[in-house]
């Protein structure tokens, strides 16, 4: 029998209709309001001719429509499909035409979009964050309607032409069922705070799905600044787990080294989505009392593949093992498993692994094999099944013929005395192919110089590791979800 989420998550909360279930704007929503608002976002789905396998899409802040249409959509055995409303104008009309939506539903706030949208005669209607949109009509004459489909996200493709993965309901039933059993601080019960964006897998799946899945109350934040409202957030949820991706940390520790006050339900930080610095795992461990521990996934493994399980099995500098269900290869570049402990590309296999890419066999013939995925992450796995990233394969530094791995060389560089942040990309150079480059964040009252920074390295790891230009820079291009955009970085020094 085939897993559905709106079942369980509809067994769950008719279990206690007086459970609380989303905290938004200073109020709890109870399972009975969160029924009844979800119904009546099915009946007007229904009226408005969807059909199972219908793609819902929506451009949403974090709010609770994005779960009461999730699960509207998937009552009608429906999709829905999550998008960033700041993908820019032409990207969205070339994904929306990809994915081939039966309708489009916009924030209120997002007028332009709309017009954009419904200028390239899709249908689409502006809805309250936490009401219900009012009545339309979608589109009738779409094809490949997979009702099994609970979700499509938009990923950032290297070619720029529309990449977007569907997920099963049993792809994110395994995933989160997952993180739930295994890693320390989801229990039943505990506040989980949903800040990051969710049109992006890893605020979707862990900060939407599972908390509706497994009973954790969630707290509903549109975005995560200004850090007022985030602070104020917390303790007035009573938000005992914050899911977060590096870049948030910094700014977390800042406010509070100013008097804001994190409150004391708040036991545990998950990161993803980039590397946990060390040093600001002990500085949130020290200063604050918070357990601070690193994830690691991908939007086709819906997303987690890994964590720290709990504070006592943590490793650190790992991204913990896999989760139970995830069958793990480590593969060199003839495709072949190396021996243990040796460095090569990470492959995985089980139900938490998306079939392939939506509409895409090309591409899904690249990283999909008989099961298994292709991450193109290189990975070590020790003896315990702790996994290391090394870096992106796409990312990796090749100096005269040696591998250099970015990570790495952040790593050291983010040990020395003044720097707040350390980004290292690969430029050309006609001698060697490439070589490393830094761009630097100093702190405040820093006085730092490049020489500094590039003779520490020199004392730290091989010539070919050190970076041989140090640029320091006030920020760095970030995605929607905070993380790097290291593409950007490359491009600019091709410019300059």
């Known amino acids: 029998m085939s897993i559905r ?35 009546e976002c099915a009946s007007i789905l229904r009226e408005a001719g969807f059909q199972p396998g219908s793609r819902l899409a929506a451009f949403l802040p974090n709010s609770p429509l994005v779960l009461l249409l999730s699960m509207a959509a998937w009552r009608l055995g429906g999709t829905f499909a999550p998008l960033n409303p700041r993908g820019g104008v032409e990207w969205i009309l070339r994904i929306l035409d990809h994915l081939d939506p039966f309708a489009v539903v916009v924030g209120e706030e997002m007028t332009p979009l709309e017009e954009a949208i419904r200028g ?19 589109k009738r004459d779409r094809i490949g309607q997979d009702p099994d489909i609970a979700v499509i996200f938009a990923t950032s493709g290297t070619t720029g032409a529309p ?15 997952g993180v739930h059993e295994t890693i320390e601080g989801f229990d039943k019960g505990r506040v989980l705070m949903n800040v990051l964006p969710n049109f992006h897998s890893f605020g979707y799946t ?83 009392g918070v357990i601070t521990y690193e994830g690691y996934g991908l939007t086709e493994c819906s997303p987690v593949v890994s964590c720290n399980p709990s504070d006592a099995l943590r490793k650190t500098g790992t991204v913990g093992p896999a989760l139970p269900s995830y069958t793990v290869e480590v593969r060199g570049e003839d495709g ?74 952040e790593t050291v560089i983010k040990e020395i005395p003044g ?12 001698v060697s192919g490439e070589v490393p480059m830094a761009f630097v964040i100093k702190e405040e009252t820093a006085d730092l110089e490049s020489n500094t920074i590039i003779s520490y390295c020199k004392e730290k790891m091989a010539h070919f590791k050190v970076p041989r230009k140090v640029k320091f820079v006030t920020e760095l291009p970030l995605s929607a979800v905070g993380k790097v955009l290291k593409r950007k970085l490359r491009e600019q020094m091709v410019r300059e």
């Not at 990449?163 to 069922?177: C, G, I, Q």
């Not at 460095?343 to 090309?362: I, N, Q």
């Open 120 to 138: 390239a005669g899709i249908p689409v209607v502006a809805a309250p964050s936490d009401g219900v949109p009012p009545a339309f009509t979608g």
């Open 206 to 288: 862990v900060c939407s799905v599972l908390p509706l899945l497994w009973g954790l109350p969630e707290a509903l934040l549109p975005g995560f600044m200004p850090l007022k409202n985030l602070f104020e957030g917390l303790r007035d949820s009573g938000t005992g787990i914050l899911i977060a991706v590096p870049t948030m940390l910094p700014f977390i520790l800042g406010a509070a080294s100013k008097g804001e006050k994190l409150p004391s339900e708040l036991r545990y930080i998950l990161t993803g989505g980039g590397k946990l610095d060390p040093l600001l795992e002990k500085r949130f461990r020290d200063q604050l």
């Open 419 to 430: 720097v707040k942040e350390a980004v290292v990309v690969g430029v050309s150079n006609p």
């Open 336 to 409: 072949h498993p190396v021996p243990p402990g040796q460095d090569g590309v990470l492959w995985l296999k089980g139900p938490s692994v998306a079939g392939g890419y939506f509409r895409d066999p090309e591409l899904s013939a690249e990283r999909f094999h008989d099961g298994w995925i292709d991450t193109g992450d290189m990975v070590r796995v020790d003896e315990d099944g702790y996994i290391s990233i090394l870096d992106r394969v796409s990312d990796m530094i090749i100096v005269g013929g040696f591998n250099v791995y970015p990570q790495e060389v």
């Open 5 to 39: 989420l709106e079942e369980v998550i509809g067994k769950r909360l008719a279990g206690d209709q007086s459970q609380r279930v989303i905290w938004w704007k200073g109020t709890w929503w109870d399972a009975e309001k969160v029924e009844q608002k979800t119904e």
């Open 163 to 177: 990449k977007a993965v569907p997920l099963t309901h049993e792809n994110l039933y395994d995933n989160t069922k």
